[in-house]
């Protein structure tokens, strides 16, 4: 018993080293092919109607991870199969707390592409796969219906299989897919958003509510998006690419 207790201890720095150890980086060609991947699970319409169910999980996961930190009560995430979704918090209905909660979701997708191209440069791979899978794990505690239930679930079960059963350079790979599928999926949005607004539509969105809370014209907050989704795609790419 005390060798196996010794052995187990004896493995923890091991298992340290090779979750927050740095791991080297995949060729360049490697690069652009998660890019070039990324790109097709964005721009065509027919696979981003699937594909963006991932950025609707980062976009409450946003909402959901802004409302803790500044001391709301959030009691909800709902995720449906139109690639809606509905984060429920309590508190305060005004002040800087519920504003950025409701400026965390559209900037959540890049914000978080943008720390994960960052971890990447610095070459920590399998910490960026472990840090997304936990973050999903903690997510799926507040989801509140079976389609959002599922999502969750199967996301976060590929994240861990890839962590745990797939050699350095398919983890090389998926990460650098996935961060690049953050980034440029981030900025789709924030266009869509615009082009429902022109039409007269979508005029509960989360510009529109930010709009009321601030008395800043919504116009404002979705420039606001814009900028950040396309800056953090513009600095994300720089460092994936090690430019």
């Not at 070039?36 to 699937?50: C, D, G, Q």
């Not at 920590?124 to 989801?143: G, R």
């Given at each position: 018993m005390d060798s196996l207790a010794s052995t187990s201890l004896s493995s923890l720095p091991d298992l340290w080293d090779e979750v927050f150890g740095s791991q080297p980086d995949p060729a360049l060609w490697v690069v652009i092919a998660t890019m070039v991947a990324a790109l097709a699970l964005v721009v065509p319409h027919s696979l981003w109607r699937i594909s963006r169910n991932a950025i609707t999980i980062a976009h409450e996961g946003g909402h959901g991870l802004v409302a803790l930190v500044t001391g709301r009560t959030?009691?909800?995430?709902?995720?449906?199969?139109?690639?809606?979704?509905?984060?429920?918090?309590?508190?305060?209905?005004?002040?800087?707390?519920?504003?950025?909660?409701?400026?965390?979701?559209?900037?959540?997708?890049?914000?978080?592409?943008?720390?994960?191209?960052?971890?990447?440069?610095?070459?920590?791979i399998t910490a960026l796969l472990w840090l997304a899978t936990a973050l999903l794990v903690?997510?799926?505690?507040?989801?509140?219906?079976?389609?959002?239930?599922?999502?969750?679930?199967?996301?976060?079960?590929?994240?861990?299989?890839?962590?745990?059963l797939t050699g350095p350079q398919v983890q090389a790979a998926f990460a650098y897919a996935a961060v690049w599928f953050l980034l440029l999926g981030g900025v789709r949005p924030a266009f869509e958003l615009q082009a429902k607004r022109s039409r007269a539509g979508a005029r509960d969105s989360d510009a529109d509510q930010l709009a009321r809370l601030t008395n800043v014209p919504a116009g404002l907050w979705l420039f606001l998006f814009h900028a950040v989704s396309l800056c953090s795609l513009m600095g994300g790419g720089r460092w994936l690419l090690q430019m």
């Amino acid at each position: 018993m005390d060798s196996l207790a010794s052995t187990s201890l004896s493995s923890l720095p091991d298992l340290w080293d090779e979750v927050f150890g740095s791991q080297p980086d995949p060729a360049l060609w490697v690069v652009i092919a998660t890019m070039v991947a990324a790109l097709a699970l964005v721009v065509p319409h027919s696979l981003w109607r699937i594909s963006r169910n991932a950025i609707t999980i980062a976009h409450e996961g946003g909402h959901g991870l802004v409302a803790l930190v500044t001391g709301r009560t959030l009691t909800g995430i709902r995720l449906h199969s139109d690639t809606s979704g509905l984060t429920v918090s309590r508190g305060k209905p005004y002040g800087l707390g519920m504003i950025l909660t409701a400026a965390a979701g559209y900037t959540a997708p890049p914000l978080l592409g943008l720390g994960g191209a960052a971890l990447l440069a610095a070459g920590h791979i399998t910490a960026l796969l472990w840090l997304a899978t936990a973050l999903l794990v903690s997510m799926l505690v507040m989801i509140r219906n079976a389609y959002g239930a599922l999502t969750v679930l199967l996301t976060g079960g590929t994240f861990l299989a890839v962590s745990w059963l797939t050699g350095p350079q398919v983890q090389a790979a998926f990460a650098y897919a996935a961060v690049w599928f953050l980034l440029l999926g981030g900025v789709r949005p924030a266009f869509e958003l615009q082009a429902k607004r022109s039409r007269a539509g979508a005029r509960d969105s989360d510009a529109d509510q930010l709009a009321r809370l601030t008395n800043v014209p919504a116009g404002l907050w979705l420039f606001l998006f814009h900028a950040v989704s396309l800056c953090s795609l513009m600095g994300g790419g720089r460092w994936l690419l090690q430019m």
